[in-house]
């Protein structure tokens, strides 16, 4: 049994403005679904528990973010309790692996994951941010979840020192979402219609990024600084909001869910205490759309895709799916 190590975290909040999408109603604090609500779902998630859990890779992973080819042939890259695997559009991950949970764990928690990439936009270096995905085996095993059925995911995702960062401004770490909408909102000047869309363009994956921003210094003789913050993934016309800054590393909890009007609801707090009703960051309709239901949620691992520098190391553990029933 491990003692929880407190955390001292002050956080600024940025306040979401009101997201009006037409023919949805304006998001509001009473519809929001507190992530961890209902009854979990044991069929999928991960606690990591199990001192045998491994990953095959199935190597050459896939990269098409800069590549002409967007897909390679079966099989992909599979946790071997089957509760993971490699996105078909972007690769997993390059080390995935089991580790003793850090201090200040959840109770009784004896093993996480660490997630860390090298080559994340294709097979040769972009020298740009790029991404791999690492995705929740969700539909195969019990299907779409409609958003009647409040579905949300907590998560509790362990920040190293700063010295242990990527030496890097921009994105290093990603919890999303994949959602499914019947149709898609587009803005044309002061007025919206609805557009009819394939069963490609009916998909979305709003989340909650966590970045790394470096500021010169100023002209005026302002130092030079740095902050850790996260933002979420979007306003109804797809622009980022800015959430809370991290001033202590450590354990986080995080959470997102869909309440059944079709909104996401993104949260957050530090340590592992249970997500309430203070946490909540933001609730929007991502891109002017409403989510019908929940496919799956999947971690981002994000660096500069130099050849030569990994990422940062993030831990992530006990995932957890629950509907309110």
């Known amino acids: 049994m491990k003692h929880s190590l407190r955390l001292f975290v002050a956080l600024v909040w940025i306040a979401a403005p009101a997201l009006l999408v037409a023919g949805l109603p304006v998001a509001v604090h009473a519809q929001a679904v507190i992530p961890g609500t209902g009854q979990q779902i044991e069929a999928v998630g991960d606690d990591f528990e199990d001192p045998e859990w491994a990953f095959d890779y199935q190597l050459p992973k896939v990269f098409n973010q800069l590549e002409t080819m967007v897909s390679k042939n079966e099989p992909h890259g599979w946790s071997v309790n089957h509760r993971w695997h490699e996105g078909v559009k972007r690769g997993q991950p390059d080390r995935i692996y089991r580790v003793d949970t850090p201090p200040g764990g959840l109770s009784g928690s004896t093993g996480s994951l660490a997630l ?15 991404q791999d995905d690492f995705i929740a085996n969700i539909t195969d095993v019990i299907g779409k979840i409609p958003v009647s059925q409040s579905p949300s995911v907590v998560t509790r995702v362990w920040m190293p020192p700063l010295d242990q960062w990527e030496n890097r401004s921009g994105c290093h770490f990603a919890f999303r979402f994949s959602l499914e909408t019947a149709h898609s909102t587009v803005s044309t000047g002061n007025r ?5 869309t394939s069963d490609e363009d009916n998909m979305f994956w709003p989340g909650m990024f966590l970045n790394r921003e470096f500021q010169p210094a100023g002209r005026n003789g302002e130092p030079a600084s740095e902050k850790i913050f996260f933002w979420m993934k979007a306003t109804d ?6 959430g809370p800054v991290v001033e202590q590393l450590g354990w986080w909890t995080l959470g997102m869910s869909v309440s059944p009007d079709g ?3 993104y949260y957050a707090r530090p340590g592992i205490e249970d997500l309430t009703a203070e946490d ?30 990994w990422s940062t190391e993030f831990v992530v553990d006990d995932p957890k799916v629950f509907v309110k029933q």
Do not use: K
């Not at 919206?192 to 009819?196: D, H, I, V, Y």
């Not at 016309?237 to 800015?242: K, L, Q, W």
């Not at 891109?287 to 994000?302: D, L, P």
């Open 116 to 130: 860390r990439s090298l080559t994340t936009g294709s097979s040769r270096p972009s020298h740009q941010q790029q």
């Open 192 to 196: 919206f219609r609805q557009r009819s």
């Open 237 to 242: 016309s797809g622009h980022r909001i800015d």
């Open 263 to 265: 909104q996401v609801h």
């Open 280 to 309: 909540r960051i933001a609730s929007s309709y991502p891109f002017g759309r409403r989510a019908v239901s929940f496919h799956t949620f999947f971690f981002n691992v994000c660096n500069g895709d130099d050849g030569r520098t």
